[in-house]
């Protein structure tokens, strides 16, 4: 029995038998051999092989980046720029209640995030803390931007910066 050894892609070997040195214009018709089967169902193994190491590899990254999506920094960062303002508060805080009372005051409706109420509630302030360089509530933001804790509100919206901000979207 003979194995045809060629190019890939169907080019006719006998058009360009006639070039010297073009090796991989010719096909190689050779003699069908127990070690030339055993090369061949070895090259299979290793390839089926690596495909499943990619195939491995791709599933570990997947699901890498679903335990990353499910992060509270991915929480954090996803709450941040899909809503127009967000609160972190914790329900008892004082001053977290005055913040969510001036957004009410601007009949504006906050996404509110109540640490205290969270199982992970300790992992998002931690989270809160490298971001904006402090773990106390509330921090409030605003079309993405930080605005601060409840006086750093009170004083935007004195100032006017608040209502730029909550203009601009």
């Not at 045809?4 to 038998?17: E, Q, R, V, Y």
């Not at 803390?129 to 509530?137: A, E, F, N």
């Amino acid at each position: 029995m003979l194995i045809t050894i060629g190019p890939i892609g169907g080019t006719d070997s006998m058009a360009n038998s006639n070039r010297s040195g073009d090796m991989m214009s010719h096909r190689w018709i050779v003699p069908k051999t127990p070690e030339l089967e055993e090369m061949l169902r070895r090259s299979r193994l290793i390839l089926t092989l690596f495909g499943a190491v990619l195939v491995v590899l791709g599933i570990g990254n997947a699901l890498r980046l679903a335990k990353a999506n499910n992060s509270p920094s991915a929480f954090v960062q996803n709450a941040i720029f899909s809503n127009k303002i967000v609160v972190f508060s914790k329900s008892y805080c004082p001053y977290c209640l005055r913040a969510k009372r001036i957004f009410s005051e601007l009949n504006e409706k906050p996404y509110v995030v109540e640490l205290d109420l969270r199982d992970d509630g300790a992992k998002i302030q931690y989270v809160l803390l490298d971001l904006v360089g402090r773990s106390t509530v509330p921090q409030v933001f605003v079309n993405g931007k930080h605005i601060g804790g409840s006086d750093d509100l009170r004083n935007a919206v004195k100032n006017g910066t608040l209502q730029s901000l909550l203009a601009v979207r």
